[in-house]
């Protein structure tokens, strides 16, 4: 047997490795020299020669971990420690540090850039941040020179109206600039995962959400006018959430929900300021009603057009019936669930025993 020195068995072993692992056929010179190193090696190096396919199995352990969290950062998407979802950064960012106090003030509905593209709308209308988050998104397409025209106006530049609002550098053009880049390159809401809301409103953020019992309680007080009883509060505390869906239908098909939502209605169509007097009854049309005035006839009269001699004691129910159709036809609406569209499409209408003579 040859006299090989360790660092040449060493050598030998890993040549042959390297010529197996890079997938190449192996020729004969490398498997004597694979033979020749696992013969010098002797009867002593045994122990080392049996922990080699131990270490082979950690190290494919080690791989197959390492391919796992690779994929699941490619499952996981962006970073959600640091993502933010344009709608989000439009939020919390670029509305309250921006467009509210820099541009808003002409760029309304009645400012002095009213006849522009970028028509932004208040904080008090629903929806306000999609629908300026869209326009501020379809105006930033424009581009000059290759440059869009949102990055430039605020400069000072292409006939701005409203001249430099903004200086190059300053951190409100450097927000504009990012969303004009985040155009290109989109983070919608819900790309960043349960972490960052998946871009819920930023108004929301840190609010806590009552429990089923003061949820309802807030929603008798509004919708029914009235406290939870002890039985559906005891309901409540015991099923939930899922008592609270059983509990809010019975509200809502209750009377007293009826009559909140025709008081709230009067609220807007203010027909209640009718009820005094025959306000009512002369809001209608001499020509569709040629006989309104019969509460003022005499009985003679009454009798002639074949009416009762009571009907003028009446004439204050009868004014009432009139003055509350309107309520009294969304009462039925609601009572019968039907869609509530039938306010505006009923071909009925609805009367009292007085207000139907």
Not at 161 to 186: I, K
Not at 197 to 217: I, M, S, W, Y
Not at 230 to 254: P, R
């Amino acid at each position: 047997m040859p006299n090989t020195s360790p660092s040449a068995t060493l050598l030998a072993l890993l040549c042959a490795l390297l010529t197996a692992c890079g997938g190449a056929e192996p020729d004969g010179g490398a498997s004597t020299a694979l033979g020749d190193a696992i013969d010098d090696a002797g009867p002593g190096d045994g122990a080392a020669d049996a922990a080699q396919p131990a270490d082979d199995a950690a190290a494919q352990d080690t791989a197959a971990q390492d391919t796992a969290a690779q994929d699941a950062d490619t499952d996981a998407g962006p970073d959600d420690a640091t993502c933010q979802t344009d709608p989000d950064f439009f939020a919390a960012e670029l509305w309250p540090a921006v467009l509210a106090p820099r541009c808003f003030g002409c760029h309304n509905a009645s400012g002095v850039a009213k006849a522009s593209k970028l028509v932004l709308r208040p904080e008090l209308r629903a929806g306000f941040l999609d629908h300026n988050f869209a326009v501020l998104a379809d105006v930033a397409a424009y581009e000059v020179g290759g440059t869009s025209i949102v990055l430039q106006k605020p400069l000072g530049k292409l006939q701005h109206g409203g001249g430099a609002v903004l200086a190059a550098g300053d951190p409100a053009h450097t927000l504009l600039t990012e969303f004009v880049a985040r155009l290109a390159d989109p983070t919608p809401a819900g790309a960043c995962g349960a972490a960052s809301g998946g871009g819920a409103d930023p108004l929301f953020a840190g609010v806590e959400r009552l429990d089923a019992a003061r949820t309802f309680r807030k929603a008798a007080l509004l919708l029914g006018g009235r406290m939870p009883t002890a039985s559906e509060t005891a309901m409540l505390e015991v099923l939930g959430d899922t008592g609270l869906e059983t509990a809010l239908d019975a509200l809502l098909q209750s009377e007293a929900f009826v009559r909140r939502v025709a008081e709230a209605w009067n609220d807007r169509l203010l027909t209640d300021r009718y009820l005094g007097g025959a306000d009512a009854i002369y809001a209608l049309p001499a020509s569709d009603f040629p006989n309104r005035d019969w509460h003022t006839y005499k009985d003679d009269k009454l009798a002639a057009l074949n009416l009762p001699a009571s009907l003028a004691a009446d004439a204050g129910a009868i004014n009432r019936g009139i003055a509350r159709e309107p309520l009294a036809l969304i009462e039925h609406v609601v009572r019968s669930g039907k869609p509530f569209s039938e306010i505006l499409t009923a071909d009925y209408m609805m009367v009292t025993p007085q207000s139907a003579v």
